[in-house]
């Protein structure tokens, strides 16, 4: 009997191994080198590549959407910290921005982020501060009325140490949310990531004041080694 190629045989060798591996260059940190060999060898950066999304995170909210189905044709959306663009791009596509999906309302897709966004086609990018005092009022503005969802898959910058990252992010998602309370139209719908680690009871109290529906997901893009999760909430009370 012939053997198929990478089919374990009597040798004991077994599958070879496809990772790749990624020798460390004269001047590059250990750390740049394995993060480099994880780009490589992750399935989603392909994805991304092949499929034309900025970034692997993209997966993120299609993934999220894919079971709370709140990107819908005709939705007005909001996405905060919207560099370099990934979430812009899902969002165009279900929300039906640019009007390719004929028989089916159009939507609108803003994103606001600090630092200059290269132009996503059927959005609007804003280099702004979401948490300026006048910010809900601008993109109320830009929108033309209320979103019928707000989207946040920032992170504050990392300091290294766990527990203040951490809390960090638990403080970025708690305004997030409160500049959603300002926007969103009743029913509406809040995503937002935030890491695993105590302190996010308090925001998820708040939430459920707020929304009729409160969950948490890590989708299946969110690399295991990772503590991010994304709360959903829906049924915005007004």
Not at 230 to 235: D, I, M, N, Q, R
Request: net charge positive; proline share 3%; aromatic share 8%.
């Amino acid at each position: 009997m012939v053997k198929k190629p990478g089919t374990k045989g009597s040798s004991g060798r077994g599958q070879r191994d496809l990772r790749v591996k990624v020798k460390t260059a004269r001047g590059r940190k250990l750390s740049s080198t394995l993060w480099l060999e994880r780009q490589l060898n992750d399935p989603y950066v392909k994805r991304a590549r092949d499929e034309g999304y900025r970034g692997r995170a993209a997966f993120k909210i299609l993934e999220i959407d894919d079971k709370y189905r709140f990107l819908v044709p005709g939705a007005r959306v909001v996405d905060l910290g919207c560099a370099p663009g990934g979430w812009l791009q899902v969002a165009v596509e279900r929300v039906n921005a640019l009007g390719e999906k004929k028989g089916k309302k159009v939507g609108t897709v803003l994103g606001v982020d600090l630092q200059e966004v290269e132009p996503v086609a059927g959005s609007d990018a804003y280099q702004l501060d979401f948490m300026e005092d006048d910010a809900d009022e601008k993109v109320k503005e830009w929108l033309g009325g209320k979103a019928d969802g707000v989207m946040s898959d920032m992170a504050a910058s990392s300091s290294g140490h766990k527990q203040t990252d951490h809390l960090r992010i638990v403080a970025l998602c708690e305004t997030a949310a409160y500049f959603a309370f300002d926007v969103l139209e009743e029913g509406g719908t809040f995503v937002a990531k935030v890491l695993a680690g105590g302190a996010e009871g308090d925001l998820q109290k708040l939430l459920k004041q707020k929304f009729t529906k409160v969950a948490n997901m890590k989708p299946p893009a969110s690399r295991s080694d990772s503590s991010e999760k994304f709360v959903v909430a829906t049924g915005f009370r007004g």
